[in-house]
């Protein structure tokens, strides 16, 4: 008999198939991932990092909670080319409009107060005023107003007995519907001291909101030319999406003025 010992047979661990066939060892097959996980490995290979970055500060945030997993490989796949904010908004966009669903589509606007105002959309302040009061169902009915009676006295927000004030040192007599905020901001591009745009209106609410002891306010995201985008968060996660840059505002101070806090 021979003094040579025979090889030991492969361990059950071993992988015997030839090296070119084997997959990289570094890198887990996406079949052995949770369903869940394998969703969101294929989601980060469609958006940029800072895309991702982003959508974890939302969530952090406490908004778009449901955009991870298979939702987040949705939406990754249903936004398109173009610069890194236009893209953000694309993805906002598609997740709030839950791939057809109107039901969740309205059951995630309205628990993240979405308000979306494109460049595009009718801006006249009764309708703008209407689709505001619609994310915060807690005021009531809204209605823009005037204190008195004569043409130049100042116009307000109302919600029950609760007002806040719209326009500084403006003579218009116009009435309120009829406003409409395109000629209001030439106005004030001519040197005319109208206060009236829709981040006006914005705060507006969001001091209406507090009279009503409601926390969260809304934010203004970074957004393209084509579309501003607001959401409802609290003071301290909005603070924390200023500093990541995410937001309009990069200032503080100009992100409490705006939420009214």
Do not use: C
Not at 111 to 126: E, I, K, M, S, Y
Request: glycine share 6%.
């Amino acid at each position: 008999m021979s003094s040579e010992q025979a090889p030991p047979a492969p361990s059950s661990d071993t992988d015997s198939r030839p090296v070119a066939s084997r997959p990289p060892e570094s890198a887990t097959r996406l079949s052995e991932l949770p369903p869940a996980e394998g969703a969101e490995r294929l989601a980060s290979r469609l958006l940029d990092p800072d895309e991702l970055e982003f959508v974890r500060a939302l969530r952090n945030a406490g908004v778009a909670k449901d955009l991870q997993g298979d939702e987040l490989l949705r939406v990754a796949t249903a936004i398109g080319d173009g610069d890194p904010i236009a893209r953000r908004v694309d993805l906002l966009e598609a997740y709030y409009a839950a791939g057809g669903d109107e039901r969740t589509a309205r059951a995630r606007k309205l628990a993240d107060r979405l308000f979306v105002q494109r460049a595009n959309d009718p801006v006249t302040a009764g309708a703008l005023v209407a689709r505001l009061s619609s994310i915060a169902p807690e005021l009531g009915a809204v209605k823009m107003e005037r204190i008195g009676s004569s043409a130049d006295a100042p116009l307000v927000l109302r919600a029950g007995e609760h007002f806040v004030a719209l326009l500084d040192d403006y003579e218009e007599s116009l009435d309120t519907d009829e406003i409409d905020l395109r000629e209001l901001e030439e106005r004030r591009r001519r040197g005319h001291t109208t206060m009236v745009t829709v981040r006006g209106l914005v705060r507006a609410v969001n001091v209406l909101l507090d009279r009503h002891g409601v926390r969260d306010r809304l934010v203004a995201l970074s957004s393209d030319d084509d579309r501003e985008v607001y959401i409802a968060t609290s003071v301290t996660e909005a603070i924390e999406l200023a500093r990541g840059g995410w937001l309009d505002d990069e200032n503080v101070e100009d992100v409490m003025e705006l939420g009214g806090w």
